[in-house]
């Protein structure tokens, strides 16, 4: 247990730093000019003193070599501090911590309906003995990875809210408010999510295990929930680690269209500010999530299946 | 009983009737899976997609760029087929002329990924070793930070515009193409053909174009006809935010991003662009399923 640990530590302080070295590789070594960057985005045709351009490079430490520049930061970001954000001046770390509970909300409810509908899609697609109603469900996931998300926002927003009432269309207080973005978060999850498990319970149900269940005269829905499910659902684990992340980036464009506070408003407004040191902070928050959540998901894999003991999980994993 | 067991196997196509040579079997299920009415109609679609970009003109006799603001916010009639916009233009020719740039940015983005990732791929598996695994590493974290993430960073040191989010797209892609084009080379590094081209002097750089890229390349390919309908979405998606064509150019992203503001009164100008989106992406996947061999797919 304890090397088990020791290994997934290590396991996880590489990825958080790889993260951090392919942000700077992107944000400060592609050929670009951080300072003009920065001094641009108050609009267009400003005059730059080179005064303050020096003073900006000094303070930024632009001015050092670059493996200087990227200790420096490695140090700083060590100790849990990413620089302060250029267009408002906050520092970079409590801005995140400030937006990082909406935005959590409201994926976690999204991955919550994500996984209710994907599933029951497979589910019901597997269980039905109709033909044309196993094409119909299988054909959904298809389409729901197709649509583009800020439509199906857009479109719930003009029924829902505009047409019909029922909800609210903005804003960012009470259940209510949260039930049509994360709808909305929650379809191409669903969708991804459906396809996976479907595949899966129909390569499971060619096993011998289910002729032998069925022989032994277990009703269609018992061998579907007791035998098939358990057994099918591991992709799907592996799938969610890799999930969480995609739906706090998704959030990007759900916040944006329900005008709601959180993450993804505040990366929309740092690139559009082009606030280099808000995007590196987000991108080593996604980091951060993918480690934890795929830590989660590992330590959940021998509950779903005893088959899996924490050392083949390492092993899976590298 | 085997069929309640089994209720996915499908039936065996044809029937036991006369024999029939494998050669003449393999044309006539390839010809049947050729016509089946999904694929046909994707193929329509993407077609009809691509005529819009190369020659709007044949589509539309109305301007996309500047409209008639005495005939704004028109519902879709006969004269304007997706209706009008708040300055009178005719939606339906922005989205035919929008298809240029948003489909070329989408070619721009595969490009990209299809060219960076399959190098990487290639010589991460066909180099192995130390390569491999640092090569691979960078892979792993590429693919942990979600897409859509890695392509704003790469925007915001790019700056905005199609082309910049086509590239960042793009970069987002890499790993993907690195990771299926590695599986596919290391697949074929095992083959015998590979040694005896090695044990008949051939240099490595042979090898490696002559027999291991034609024989790797399949998945690649079928992975960037996915990649093609995933690239719109993307690049839409950017576009939506507000990264992407700077006003008026229209672009489907911005089209639907435009219609925003009149959400409540004229639904037609989200809905119509957003179908078409739809329609197009729909089409690829179906077209790379296709080019993937799959046969399943009874549609």
Redesign the interface.
């Known amino acids: 247990m304890g090397r088990y640990l020791a290994r997934r530590l290590a396991q996880a302080v590489f990825v958080l730093w790889a993260a951090f070295t392919v942000a700077f590789a992107l944000l400060y070594l592609l050929p670009s000019d951080p300072v003009a960057i920065m001094l641009d985005s108050g609009g267009e045709g400003t005059f730059v003193d080179p005064e303050q351009r020096a003073e900006l490079t000094a303070r930024y430490g632009l001015d050092e070599p670059v493996h200087v520049q990227y200790l420096t930061m490695l140090a700083d970001a060590a100790r849990g501090d990413f620089g302060v954000s250029i267009s408002t001046g906050a520092p970079v770390r409590s801005m995140i911590v400030e937006a990082l509970p909406e935005t959590l909300e409201l994926a976690g409810t999204a991955l919550v309906l994500a996984l209710v509908l994907g599933a029951g899609t497979a589910l019901a697609a597997t269980y039905t003995r109709r033909p044309w109603l196993r094409q119909l469900l299988l054909a959904l996931p298809p389409l729901g990875v197709s649509v583009p998300t800020f439509w199906t926002g857009l479109l719930l927003l003009q029924l829902v809210s505009f047409r019909w009432g029922l909800l609210p269309a903005m804003g960012d207080d009470g259940v209510r408010a949260l039930v049509l973005p994360a709808i909305t978060l929650a379809l191409p999850t669903a969708a991804v999510i459906a396809q996976v498990l479907a595949k899966s319970l129909a390569l499971t149900w060619s096993e011998p295990y289910i002729g032998t269940a069925r022989a032994k005269g277990v009703s269609r829905s018992g061998i579907l929930l007791g035998h098939a499910a358990r057994n099918a659902a591991i992709p799907v684990l592996t799938l969610v680690g890799v999930t969480v992340g995609n739906l706090v980036a998704g959030s990007v464009i759900v916040e944006t269209v329900f005008s709601r506070a959180g993450i993804g408003r505040l990366t929309q407004a740092a690139v559009g500010a082009q606030d280099i040191p808000v995007v590196q902070g987000l991108v080593v928050l996604a980091a951060v999530i993918f480690v934890v959540v795929n830590l989660a998901v590992d330590l959940v894999y021998p509950l779903v299946d005893p088959r899996i003991t924490r050392a083949r999980t390492l092993a899976v994993a590298s | 009983m085997t069929e ?5 196997a499908p039936a065996p196509p044809g029937g036991p009737a006369e024999p029939v040579p494998a050669a003449e079997r393999r044309d006539r299920g390839l010809v049947r899976r050729l016509l089946r009415p999904g694929l046909v109609v994707a193929i329509a679609v993407v077609s009809v997609a691509l005529l819009w970009a190369f020659v709007p003109g044949w589509f539309t006799g109305h301007d996309p760029i500047t409209g008639v603001p005495a005939q704004n916010l028109r519902p879709p009639g006969a004269d304007h087929w997706f209706g009008t916009d708040h300055l009178g233009r005719d939606l339906f020719a922005r989205v035919v002329h929008g298809s240029a740039l948003s489909l070329q940015a989408a070619l721009i983005a595969v490009l990209i990924g299809l060219l960076a990732g399959s190098t990487i791929g290639l010589l991460s598996g066909f180099a192995g070793g130390a390569v491999d695994d640092v090569l691979m ?2 892979v ?11 392509s ?8 905005f515009g199609t082309v910049n989010v086509a590239v960042a797209v793009g970069v987002a892609s890499v790993a993907t193409f690195a990771r299926v084009m590695r599986g596919e080379v290391l697949r074929v590094r095992q083959a015998t053909y590979i040694e005896a081209a090695f044990a008949s002097g051939v240099r490595w750089t042979g090898v490696l174009r002559r027999h291991v890229l034609p024989n790797s390349a399949g998945p690649v390919v079928v992975l960037a006809a996915l990649e093609f ?1 995933q690239a719109i ?1 993307a690049v ?2 950017l576009s ?4 992407g064509a700077a006003p008026p150019a229209p672009e489907w ?1 911005s089209l ?2 435009e ?2 503001n009149h ?2 009164t004229s ?1 037609w100008l ?2 119509l662009p ?1 179908l078409v ?2 329609a197009v ?2 089409a690829t ?1 179906r077209i790379s399923r296709a080019l993937g061999g799959d046969g399943s797919t ?2």
Do not use: E
């Open positions: 309640l067991i089994t209720p996915v590493r960078v792993d974290v590429l693919l942990a930070i979600p897409g859509l993430l890695l704003l960073a790469v925007v915001t040191v790019l700056g309908g979405l839409s998606a939506f935010l507000g990264f992203g639907i991003s219609g925003r959400l409540a639904w989200t809905t957003g989106v739809i992406v729909l996947s009874t549609w």
